[in-house]
């Protein structure tokens, strides 16, 4: 399939996609939505694909949801439309996802990458919740994503004053695992997620699955539901394969199994 705002490229086991809408430096508008839905439920039904990279250009990974398709729609075409629902079964990717940012990661874009996994920055990368300017909020899960990555206070700070962070803020915070040079971020980020598509996909997918729980229970539940998975995967071979390699001093081949 021909994506008209998407790059779609397999880099072994990793799928890439890449945000193409350079002239409105790749705004998030309902037709990207609907391709990342495809290109992403594609990657999902591909064995061979273990982790995502979603990036976008050096200049900007994207500078939000489009403020040109939003800007004369009325309350009801909002809600009736259940504007920015979609984004929803993004985020609820199973396979692991990496978001690779260079440049602008503002509003859409921001919570875009928050959607990801983590965060891997440019050190030209700049993250911010500017709604608040063109008199709105934020409406893709960044006023509850960005809250749980860096606690109340610099979330408030960030959405009701529309400021951006730099690379080092935004890592220094935890938003952002690491920071690369720019000129290495693909890189950086493609090897990262090479290694964890060469791990047994039933433990990333679990572990993936477990740390996503933290955000939603309590530590008791979570601990207990961590606990019921960790014991699961002894039903798998790939963990006797694991630890047989592990004391025979070789390197595992997991088989997903
Ligand atoms: N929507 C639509 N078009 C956008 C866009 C957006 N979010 N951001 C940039 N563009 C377009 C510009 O309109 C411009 O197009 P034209 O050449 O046709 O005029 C082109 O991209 C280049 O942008 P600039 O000329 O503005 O580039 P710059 O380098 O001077 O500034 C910027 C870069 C600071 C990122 C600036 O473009 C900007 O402030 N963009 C908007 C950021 C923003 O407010 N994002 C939040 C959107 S609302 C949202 O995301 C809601 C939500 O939570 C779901």
């Known amino acids: 399939m021909a ?16 945000l193409n809408r350079p002239h409105a430096l790749n705004a998030l508008n309902s037709i990207l939505m609907h391709e990342m839905e495809e290109a992403l439920a594609r990657f999902h039904e591909d064995d061979a694909i273990g982790a995502i990279v979603l990036t976008g250009s050096e200049k900007a990974f994207a500078a939000g949801a489009d403020i040109k398709e939003m800007k004369d729609l009325s309350f009801t075409d909002a809600y009736l439309g259940d504007l920015m629902a979609g984004w929803d079964r993004i985020a609820a990717s199973r396979k692991p996802m990496i978001a690779a940012v260079s440049g602008f990661a503002l509003g859409g874009g921001c919570e875009l990458a928050m959607m990801c996994d983590f965060i891997i920055a440019a050190d030209n990368a700049k993250f911010g919740q500017p709604e608040i300017t063109l008199g709105i909020m934020p409406g893709m ?26 690379a080092v803020e935004a890592e220094r915070a935890g938003l952002v695992s690491r ?14 997620a090479a290694k964890i598509a060469g791990f047994s996909r039933p433990a990333v997918l679990m572990t993936k699955e477990s740390v996503n729980r933290a955000l939603e229970t309590t530590l008791a539940e979570g601990v207990r539901f961590e606990r019921r998975l960790f014991h699961a995967l002894f039903a798998t071979e790939d963990q006797k394969e694991g630890m047989a390699a592990f004391v025979e001093k070789r390197k595992p081949a997991f088989r997903n199994l």
């Open 141 to 166: 899960g960044g006023s509850q994503r960005l809250t749980r990555a860096v606690g109340k206070s610099k979330a408030m700070d960030m959405a009701l004053t529309g400021r951006m962070m730099d």
């Open 179 to 192: 920071i690369v040079p720019v000129d290495k971020l693909l890189e950086e980020a493609l090897a990262a």
């Open 3 to 18: 994506y008209e705002t998407l790059i779609i490229e397999k880099r072994g086991a990793v799928g890439l996609i890449t």
